[in-house]
């Protein structure tokens, strides 16, 4: 459905997006991984006409976004990091603008309808753009791209901004439009791309450092073994104590808590308490540590360097 | 192409800056109306209009600074550029919305020439004239702002980029007036608007000086088109 050959992007001197490939087959939901700055948004808008490459190609239902970019772009629903809506326009009128402005063929009232029921806007079809919450824009501007019934839909940072609820919802909507389009969407939390998605891209600094599946990529990066610990008393005699563990590889103190890192496999857990009981070492809490983002992205970034 | 036309005559409407333009330019025409012709004893519109001419200077500036800056700052412009539409429908579309705010604006300065009828001799071809002449003229401007808000984010620099630059294309033969050289002076009376409004202004047809304003708006409504097609690249 989607494919990227080479695809870069240079913004002056900086290249923001490095030479990536990748294809996208139909009803796969992909999530785009990266941090701030990687160049999810710049791959996006490349995808969908919005900005041209300065290398590569992509092509979108089998139509070049350059050379056949009216068609290509008749194909994918397009949400961009901030929602484009006109703040003096209702729901409704901005809705009928953009089946206007999309041109699309299907029973308008009826689309439209069937839309809002689907995002869940039917209440606030009257209302004015800016007077919607955030949550609720976030949603007319996921009915914007679904005008049309595109193929593809982009979504770039979808739940950014919302709160809890707001983003549980949005995700299931997402899973939801995922059993008859082709997804992509783009984000820096990884809880979500295990929520939504079934395939990750893991995208630093403009290149491709991992692509799989959800699973297969989270059992790479789940492999990690640190713990995280409270401790008091003196700080020296706690290290030294806990570097003695049978297993321990390292034992550092960032702020509060002593960062443990253990051998892979191997549960330190009911070491870690006997010794810190030996020393008379009140251990305060203990916990194993989440993978970080930047330490995931660190780690992904060092595998693509050997590989 | 009319779905923007569409939304962009409602838009001016719902915020504001038609109702105050309309409100503006009738209040003008009104006050010059009065002055020029009602107080002496004039049938004749030739001041009325020339004076409107310089007012939509800075009048139309204030209405199409926002054409293009809001899009870009509110990122509607995503919305439209990655749809299945060519910018030149998008700018066409603008730029009709905008000449028919000024139509609208235009109509109530119809009631003098109504009244004159009324109460003198009106001259229907200097009237005409007229009318068509500040048509083309504001198409012209129009063409012109639309371009120069297509250059900036701010709408304040984009009016004042349209002022300047409109400002300059009409007095440029004042300008060149004082210079003895053949050609400055000739080019400069070649591009100057007022030199151009002059015949219509009269009552005579002139051709030449139809497609000089079709031309210039022509040439800025492609020019603004450039520009936002650029943008794909930078």
């Not at chain 1, 992909?30 to 700055?37: A, C, D, R, S």
Request: net charge neutral; hydrophobic share 45%.
């Amino acid at each position: 459905m989607i494919q990227i050959k080479n695809l870069s992007k240079r913004y002056g001197s900086k290249e923001a997006v490095r030479g990536i490939s990748f294809c996208v087959s139909k009803g796969e939901i992909v999530g785009f991984l990266g941090p701030n700055g990687a160049g999810k948004s710049t791959t996006m808008n490349m995808l969908t006409g919005y900005l041209s490459a300065t290398g590569g190609s992509a092509s979108i239902a089998g139509f070049d976004v350059l050379d056949d970019a009216y068609e290509a772009r008749r194909h994918v629903g397009y949400l961009p990091e901030q929602p484009p809506l006109y703040f003096d326009m209702t729901v409704n009128e901005y809705l009928n603008f953009v089946y206007e402005l999309r041109r699309a063929t299907q029973k308008k009232e009826e689309h439209i309808s069937d839309i809002c029921a689907r995002v869940g806007l039917s209440d606030v079809r009257a209302r004015l753009i800016k007077n919607l919450s955030k949550g609720y824009r976030q949603r007319v501007g996921i009915a914007q791209a679904l005008i049309g019934d595109p193929d593809v839909l982009i979504l770039d940072e979808p739940t950014v901004g919302l709160d809890p609820n707001q983003i549980v919802e949005i995700r299931n909507l997402i899973k939801s439009l995922g059993e008859d389009h082709t997804v992509i969407l783009s984000t820096h939390i990884i809880p979500e791309v295990v929520a939504v998605c079934t395939r990750i891209v893991v995208i630093n600094e403009g290149k491709i450092v991992a692509d799989g599946k959800t699973e297969e990529i989270m059992q790479d990066l789940g492999g990690e073994n640190r713990y995280e610990a409270e401790i008091d008393g003196d700080e020296d005699v706690a290290i030294a104590c806990l570097a003695g563990i049978a297993g321990v590889l390292d034992v550092s103190k960032p702020g509060k808590k002593y960062i443990i890192t253990a051998k892979e496999g191997l549960d330190i857990r009911k070491d870690v308490f006997l010794a810190a009981a030996e020393q008379n070492l009140p251990l305060l809490s203990f916990a194993k540590a989440e993978s970080s983002l930047e330490s995931i992205f660190a780690r992904l970034t060092n595998k693509g360097g050997e590989n | 192409m009319k779905a923007i036309f569409r939304r962009e005559l409602r838009a001016y409407f719902t915020g504001g800056y038609g109702w105050v333009f309309c409100g503006a330019f009738s209040l003008l025409a009104g006050l010059l109306y009065f002055a020029l012709s009602i107080s002496q004893y004039q049938s004749d519109f030739r001041h009325v209009f020339s004076n409107m001419l310089v007012a939509m200077i800075f009048l139309i500036p204030l209405v199409t600074m926002r054409i293009w800056s809001e899009e870009k700052k509110q990122k509607t412009d995503q919305l439209l550029l990655t749809a299945p539409i060519n910018v030149g429908e998008i700018v066409l579309g603008k730029f009709f919305a905008a000449l028919m705010l000024f139509l609208i604006a235009l109509c109530v300065t119809l009631i003098y020439p109504i009244l004159t009828h009324a109460f003198g001799t009106l001259d229907v071809g200097v009237t005409v004239g007229n009318y068509i002449a500040i048509i083309l003229a504001a198409a012209a401007y129009i063409a012109v702002s639309q371009f120069m808000s297509s250059l900036s984010e701010s709408q304040i620099i984009s009016a004042l980029l349209s002022m300047l630059t409109l400002s300059a294309f009409y007095f440029l033969d004042l300008i060149f007036q004082a210079t003895t050289s053949e050609v400055l002076s000739g080019i400069s009376r070649f591009l100057s608007i007022i030199t151009r409004y002059r015949d219509f202004s009269g009552g005579v047809f002139s051709l030449s000086d139809a497609i000089y304003f079709v031309s210039l708006t022509v040439l800025f409504l492609f020019f603004t088109t450039r520009v936002i097609e650029k943008r794909r690249w930078s």
